[in-house]
């Protein structure tokens, strides 16, 4: 059974920093990508961050290139989302989620399993 689980989620205040982790299990896969979503009150679901763990290639959305990183540790089966000077606009839902088919992409609708999220409220 595939299961995503995320952690690291909490309040902090704008200009901070946070670091979420999304544990992966349940597959046997070498070649596969987890992406970062997140979801705001009233929004729909954004993609923010994607990597492929077979090569660490990447892809970020507009809205958090050059301040979030995503890595991974495979040895851990674990992704992590880094994320710098935090906006209120990042306040959200964040969710991860795995393609199986390896594609690189920040289209909801290629995730085949999602984790339950974790929340993220940025404020003073």
């Known amino acids: 059974q595939v299961q995503l689980v995320e952690s690291g989620g909490g309040l902090v205040q704008p200009g901070g920093s946070l670091r979420l982790s999304c544990t992966a299990s349940?597959?046997?896969?070498?070649?596969?990508?987890i992406a970062w979503f997140r979801q705001a009150p009233g929004k729909e679901r954004e993609g923010i961050a994607c990597i492929d763990v077979s090569d660490s290639n990447t892809e970020y959305a507009d809205s958090v290139n050059g301040r979030f990183i995503i890595s991974n540790d495979n040895a851990r089966n674990t992704v992590y989302l880094e994320m710098n000077d935090l906006k209120p606009e990042d306040t959200g839902l964040y969710y991860c989620?795995?393609?199986?088919?390896?594609?690189?992409?920040?289209?909801?609708?290629?995730?085949?399993?999602w984790g339950r999220g974790t929340q993220i409220t940025v404020s003073s």
């Open positions: 349940g597959f046997s896969n070498s070649y596969y990508t």
């Open positions: 989620a795995v393609n199986l088919l390896q594609d690189l992409s920040l289209n909801s609708k290629e995730y085949d399993y």
